[in-house]
Protein backbone atom coordinates (compact mmCIF):
# COMPACT_ATOMS: atom_id res chain seq x y z
CA UNK A 1 0.00 0.00 0.00
CA UNK A 2 1.03 3.81 -0.65
CA UNK A 3 1.76 5.57 2.72
CA UNK A 4 -0.08 9.19 1.15
CA UNK A 5 -3.54 8.54 2.39
CA UNK A 6 -2.13 7.57 5.72
CA UNK A 7 0.10 10.51 6.12
CA UNK A 8 -2.95 13.23 4.97
CA UNK A 9 -5.43 11.81 7.26
CA UNK A 10 -3.21 11.98 9.74
CA UNK A 11 -2.08 15.59 8.99
CA UNK A 12 -5.82 16.53 8.98
CA UNK A 13 -6.53 14.49 11.97
CA UNK A 14 -3.78 16.20 14.21
CA UNK A 15 -4.85 20.01 12.52
CA UNK A 16 -8.21 19.54 13.83
CA UNK A 17 -6.95 18.19 17.09
CA UNK A 18 -5.27 21.52 17.45
CA UNK A 19 -7.96 23.40 16.45
CA UNK A 20 -10.05 21.79 18.96
CA UNK A 21 -7.57 22.96 21.84
CA UNK A 22 -7.21 26.59 20.70
CA UNK A 23 -11.58 26.97 20.68
CA UNK A 24 -10.95 25.82 24.33
CA UNK A 25 -9.70 29.52 25.03
CA UNK A 26 -12.02 31.75 25.32
CA UNK A 27 -11.74 35.55 25.40
CA UNK A 28 -11.86 37.27 28.53
CA UNK A 29 -14.17 39.97 29.73
CA UNK A 30 -12.14 42.72 30.24
CA UNK A 31 -9.11 44.80 28.44
CA UNK A 32 -6.23 44.70 31.19
CA UNK A 33 -3.51 42.18 31.25
CA UNK A 34 -5.09 41.76 34.76
CA UNK A 35 -8.10 40.35 32.95
CA UNK A 36 -5.56 37.15 31.54
CA UNK A 37 -4.12 36.04 34.88
CA UNK A 38 -7.44 34.07 35.93
CA UNK A 39 -7.01 31.89 32.03
CA UNK A 40 -3.34 31.43 32.39
CA UNK A 41 -3.76 27.83 33.69
CA UNK A 42 -6.06 27.42 30.59
CA UNK A 43 -2.67 29.23 28.21
CA UNK A 44 -0.14 26.71 29.92
CA UNK A 45 -1.85 23.29 29.63
CA UNK A 46 -3.17 24.79 25.77
CA UNK A 47 0.76 25.57 25.54
CA UNK A 48 2.14 22.44 26.96
CA UNK A 49 -0.74 20.51 24.70
CA UNK A 50 0.20 22.38 21.70
CA UNK A 51 4.22 21.10 21.84
CA UNK A 52 3.14 17.90 22.85
CA UNK A 53 0.51 17.58 19.51
CA UNK A 54 3.23 19.60 17.35
CA UNK A 55 5.99 16.66 18.60
CA UNK A 56 3.79 13.86 17.45
CA UNK A 57 3.21 15.60 14.39
CA UNK A 58 7.02 15.84 13.59
CA UNK A 59 8.14 12.73 14.32
CA UNK A 60 4.95 11.02 12.73
CA UNK A 61 6.20 12.92 9.34
CA UNK A 62 10.20 11.65 9.92
CA UNK A 63 8.79 8.26 10.40
CA UNK A 64 6.86 8.07 7.47
CA UNK A 65 8.95 9.74 5.47
CA UNK A 66 11.41 7.06 5.92
CA UNK A 67 9.01 4.09 5.47
CA UNK A 68 8.28 2.79 2.28
CA UNK A 69 5.45 0.49 2.32
CA UNK A 70 2.34 0.22 5.13
CA UNK A 71 -0.08 -2.01 5.65
CA UNK A 72 -3.23 -3.10 7.24
CA UNK A 73 -1.63 -3.76 10.63
CA UNK A 74 -0.22 -0.15 10.16
CA UNK A 75 -3.32 1.53 9.55
CA UNK A 76 -4.59 0.57 12.68
CA UNK A 77 -1.86 1.26 14.67
CA UNK A 78 -1.88 4.84 13.26
CA UNK A 79 -5.28 5.07 14.03
CA UNK A 80 -4.75 3.87 17.59
CA UNK A 81 -2.36 6.61 17.91
CA UNK A 82 -4.64 9.06 16.28
CA UNK A 83 -7.51 8.00 19.04
CA UNK A 84 -4.87 9.16 21.92
CA UNK A 85 -4.11 12.03 20.64
CA UNK A 86 -7.90 13.31 19.88
CA UNK A 87 -8.30 12.86 23.79
CA UNK A 88 -5.89 15.65 23.90
CA UNK A 89 -8.23 18.37 23.76
CA UNK A 90 -10.05 17.13 26.60
CA UNK A 91 -7.34 16.34 28.77
CA UNK A 92 -6.25 19.61 28.15
CA UNK A 93 -9.55 21.34 29.05
CA UNK A 94 -10.05 19.85 31.72
CA UNK A 95 -6.50 20.34 33.51
CA UNK A 96 -6.66 23.80 32.72
CA UNK A 97 -10.19 24.56 33.60
CA UNK A 98 -9.41 22.92 37.27
CA UNK A 99 -6.56 24.46 37.66
CA UNK A 100 -4.04 21.46 37.85
CA UNK A 101 -6.16 19.21 40.14
CA UNK A 102 -5.30 15.68 41.12
CA UNK A 103 -7.47 13.79 38.91
CA UNK A 104 -7.13 15.86 35.96
CA UNK A 105 -3.54 15.84 36.12
CA UNK A 106 -3.73 12.00 36.29
CA UNK A 107 -5.83 11.74 33.25
CA UNK A 108 -3.56 14.11 31.50
CA UNK A 109 -0.67 11.99 32.25
CA UNK A 110 -2.48 8.64 31.17
CA UNK A 111 -3.04 10.43 27.75
CA UNK A 112 0.44 11.29 27.60
CA UNK A 113 1.56 7.21 27.89
CA UNK A 114 -1.16 6.30 26.37
CA UNK A 115 -0.09 8.14 23.18
CA UNK A 116 3.50 7.49 23.22
CA UNK A 117 2.55 3.38 23.98
CA UNK A 118 0.64 3.71 20.60
CA UNK A 119 3.34 5.64 18.91
CA UNK A 120 5.76 2.93 19.50
CA UNK A 121 3.22 0.16 18.39
CA UNK A 122 3.32 2.45 15.16
CA UNK A 123 6.96 2.79 15.07
CA UNK A 124 7.09 -1.14 15.92
CA UNK A 125 5.01 -2.61 13.05
CA UNK A 126 6.88 0.27 10.06
CA UNK A 127 10.01 -1.49 11.30
CA UNK A 128 8.52 -4.84 10.94
CA UNK A 129 7.25 -4.10 7.03
CA UNK A 130 10.47 -1.92 6.46
CA UNK A 131 12.83 -4.91 7.63
CA UNK A 132 15.82 -4.99 10.52
CA UNK A 133 17.96 -3.46 8.44
CA UNK A 134 15.60 -0.91 6.74
CA UNK A 135 17.42 2.51 7.66
CA UNK A 136 13.90 3.39 9.91
CA UNK A 137 14.84 0.72 12.06
CA UNK A 138 18.59 1.46 12.24
CA UNK A 139 17.41 5.02 12.92
CA UNK A 140 15.43 4.66 15.59
CA UNK A 141 17.70 1.85 17.19
CA UNK A 142 16.84 0.77 21.13
CA UNK A 143 14.79 4.08 21.08
CA UNK A 144 15.74 5.51 24.29
CA UNK A 145 14.03 8.55 24.31
CA UNK A 146 10.86 6.77 23.79
CA UNK A 147 11.25 4.38 26.69
CA UNK A 148 13.04 7.23 29.00
CA UNK A 149 9.56 9.17 28.32
CA UNK A 150 7.19 6.24 29.09
CA UNK A 151 9.05 5.77 32.52
CA UNK A 152 9.15 9.25 33.35
CA UNK A 153 5.61 9.79 31.98
CA UNK A 154 4.39 6.19 34.62
CA UNK A 155 6.59 8.12 37.46
CA UNK A 156 4.42 11.54 36.91
CA UNK A 157 1.30 9.94 37.32
CA UNK A 158 2.26 8.35 40.60
CA UNK A 159 3.68 11.59 41.58
CA UNK A 160 0.11 12.90 40.69
CA UNK A 161 -1.01 11.04 43.49
CA UNK A 162 1.06 12.74 45.88
CA UNK A 163 1.29 16.77 44.30
CA UNK A 164 -0.08 17.17 40.89
CA UNK A 165 2.48 20.01 40.28
CA UNK A 166 5.25 17.36 40.40
CA UNK A 167 3.33 15.16 37.52
CA UNK A 168 3.00 18.59 36.05
CA UNK A 169 6.88 19.00 35.89
CA UNK A 170 7.83 15.44 34.66
CA UNK A 171 5.25 16.19 31.62
CA UNK A 172 7.27 19.51 30.82
CA UNK A 173 10.73 17.40 31.08
CA UNK A 174 9.56 15.28 28.44
CA UNK A 175 8.04 17.68 26.07
CA UNK A 176 11.24 19.84 26.94
CA UNK A 177 13.04 16.25 26.15
CA UNK A 178 11.58 15.62 22.71
CA UNK A 179 11.32 19.67 21.14
CA UNK A 180 14.57 19.27 19.76
CA UNK A 181 13.90 17.66 16.87
CA UNK A 182 14.96 13.98 17.21
CA UNK A 183 17.19 14.03 13.74
CA UNK A 184 18.04 10.10 13.42
CA UNK A 185 15.92 9.24 11.11
CA UNK A 186 16.75 12.58 8.96
CA UNK A 187 20.33 11.48 9.26
CA UNK A 188 19.90 7.61 8.10
CA UNK A 189 17.58 8.54 5.47
CA UNK A 190 19.64 11.21 3.86
CA UNK A 191 22.95 8.57 3.27
Known sequence: MKKGRLEAFSDG???????????????PHGDTMRDLVPMLPVL???????????????????MLYAAEHINGGIL?????????????PFATAWMGENHFAQWPVILYGIVLIMNGLA???????????????SPLAIAL????????????YALAIGLAFVDPRLALGL?????????????????KVRK
Open 76 to 88: WANLHLLFWLSLM
Open 171 to 187: YVVVAVMWFIPDRRIEM
Open 13 to 27: VIAIIITIMVLELHV
Open 44 to 62: LCYILSFVNVGIYWNNHHH
Open 119 to 133: YVILCRLLIKEAGAD
Open 141 to 152: GRDWKGNLSTVI
